[in-house]
C-alpha cells in the first residue's frame, strides 16, 4: 500500500506535507507507511485515501479499465488487514477505473471496532447486511445495533464506527453506491 499512496501522491504533486495537512494523518506516519516501515490503522488508511482524493480501494490496488467479465479469485481480491483491530476488509468487486459500486466484506473480531471512519465528502449510500454476529453503528447523534441476517442502509456523508457487540466474529457485507442529488 505504501508505494501505492507515494504514487498517488506524487501524481498529484503533493508533499508530505501536502499529503498530511489535507488528510490529517502526521508527516512521520505517512513517511513511514509509503516505506513499508508501519502498516496503517484503518482509520489512518481511509483518511490517507481521503485527502489523496481517493477511496480506501482504490489505495488498495490501482483501478483497472472495465471488462464484459472478470473472476476475482480471493487471492486477487483487495484485502485490508487493520494489525491493531485485526478487521479485514475485502473488496469484492473488481477495482475498476468507473467506481459505480463498490461490494465489501468487513469480518470484525469479538469486540473489535473500526474505529471513527470519517463521512465521505460526497453523498455515498451504504446497504449493509449482517452475515454473522451483531453490530453496532455508532453515528454523531447516536447509535444503531444490527443483528444477524438484519439489513440497515445509511448515508456515509457523517463520521460512523462499525463495532462488534458480540462474543464471536462478526461479518458484514455492504454495497456502496454515490446518492443522486
Do not use: W
Not at 502498516?39 to 483497472?64: D, F, H, K, Y
Not at 461490494?103 to 469486540?111: D, N, Q
Not at 446497504?127 to 444503531?144: A, W
Not at 456523508?157 to 453506491?177: K, L, Q, S, T, W
Amino acid at each position: 500500500m505504501g508505494a501505492r499512496i507515494r504514487e498517488l501522491r506524487q501524481e498529484q504533486g503533493l508533499t508530505l506535507e501536502a499529503l498530511a495537512e489535507a488528510s490529517g494523518v502526521s508527516r512521520a506516519m505517512i513517511s513511514k507507511v509509503e516505506r513499508g516501515t508501519n502498516n496503517p490503522t484503518l482509520v489512518v488508511a481511509v483518511r490517507i485515501a481521503q485527502g489523496l482524493g481517493v477511496g480506501l480501494s482504490e489505495l488498495m490496488s490501482r483501478p483497472r479499465p472495465k471488462q464484459a467479465r472478470v473472476l476475482l479469485p480471493p487471492a486477487q481480491q483487495p484485502t485490508f488487514r487493520d494489525a491493531e483491530s485485526g478487521v479485514v476488509r475485502q473488496l469484492l468487486v473488481p477495482p475498476f477505473e468507473t467506481r459505480d459500486v463498490e461490494f465489501v466484506r468487513f469480518t470484525l473480531p469479538a469486540h473489535a471496532s473500526t474505529g471513527e471512519l470519517p463521512g465521505k465528502g460526497v453523498a455515498v449510500g451504504k446497504h449493509l447486511v449482517v452475515e454473522k454476529g451483531t453490530l453496532r453503528i455508532d453515528f454523531p447523534d447516536g447509535s444503531v445495533t444490527v443483528a444477524s441476517q438484519d439489513a440497515f442502509y445509511f448515508e456515509a456523508d457523517v463520521p460512523h464506527a462499525f463495532v462488534n457487540v458480540g462474543r464471536g466474529e462478526c461479518v458484514i457485507y455492504f454495497a456502496m453506491a454515490r446518492v443522486p442529488r
